[in-house]
């Protein structure tokens, strides 16, 4: 085995054996860290907002119903969940990657045995194949993948984004829907499918909204979504 190699092996797995977010020895995440996480309790039961509240919709879904069915997130985007997704998404830091598909898998998988759902295909919300080209991958379609996987549920792409539309950071809601429409395609049918979206992080719902009209105009059952997490509304505005 070259030097080179085996350094690398090693470091990683003396990295395996710490936890992700106190670095302390034993397992990936610790007992303490993991119960402490910002775990969505307190949520939109349509569209996971976090509203404080055990029970009800959110004021967006109240005013105007979503075309998706419900959304799935694990966690409420703030620390320190937060700093993890960012290593997974910007940096594909493998123990970051490895937890949070895990995570998310075990979620669908219980959604999808106790909620009857009984998905039958997941697809990625896409990203344009450029962005693709400097990022090397789509973290949506890494964690559907895991996700299809574990959860036995078909992978398919049927939407394309075909046309560029820059970071959407920054932005507020009308412009990002304005940059967002006609950017992405169809690409097959799905008709009568009952579909799970999977995005990591949902900040607005506007990208999921307008993918779920595309898939329920071609006629799809129903489209839900599934996120590692959901962005708190005073951070959006
Ligand atoms: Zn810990
Ligand atoms: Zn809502």
């Not at 990683?12 to 993991?34: E, P, S």
């Not at 940096?91 to 937890?99: N, P, R």
């Not at 009984?118 to 990625?124: R, S």
């Not at 999977?198 to 799809?220: F, K, P």
Request: positive net charge; aromatic residues 8%.
């Amino acid at each position: 085995m070259p030097k080179l190699d085996w350094a690398t092996n090693a470091l990683n797995t003396l990295l395996a054996n710490r936890c992700l977010f106190c670095g302390r020895n034993g397992d990936a995440v610790c007992r303490g860290c993991f119960q402490g996480l910002p775990w969505l309790e307190h949520c939109c039961q349509r569209c996971a907002l976090p509203i404080g509240a055990k029970e009800g919709i959110c004021g967006h879904c109240q005013k105007q119903t979503p075309p998706f069915q419900h959304c799935i997130s694990l966690w409420s985007y703030e620390f320190p969940i937060d700093k993890v997704i960012q290593d997974f998404k910007y940096q594909y830091k493998s123990a970051a990657k490895q937890f949070l598909c895990q995570q998310l898998a075990k979620l669908v998988a219980q959604h999808n045995k106790h909620g009857n759902s009984n998905f039958d295909a997941l697809l990625p919300v896409p990203s344009h194949p450029l962005k693709r080209l400097l990022r090397g991958y789509n973290q949506a379609h890494v964690l559907a993948r895991e996700v299809s996987r574990y959860c036995s549920i078909p992978l398919i792409q049927a939407v394309k984004k075909s046309r560029w539309t820059g970071s959407q950071q920054g932005l507020g809601r009308k412009a990002r829907l304005q940059n967002l429409r006609n950017s992405f395609q169809l690409s097959r049918p799905v008709a009568g499918m009952k579909l799970l979206l999977v995005d990591d992080v949902i900040t607005t719902t506007s990208t999921a909204s307008i993918i779920s009209h595309m898939l329920m105009d071609a006629g799809a059952e129903s489209v839900s979504l599934a996120s590692l997490a959901r962005t708190p509304q005073h951070m959006t505005t």
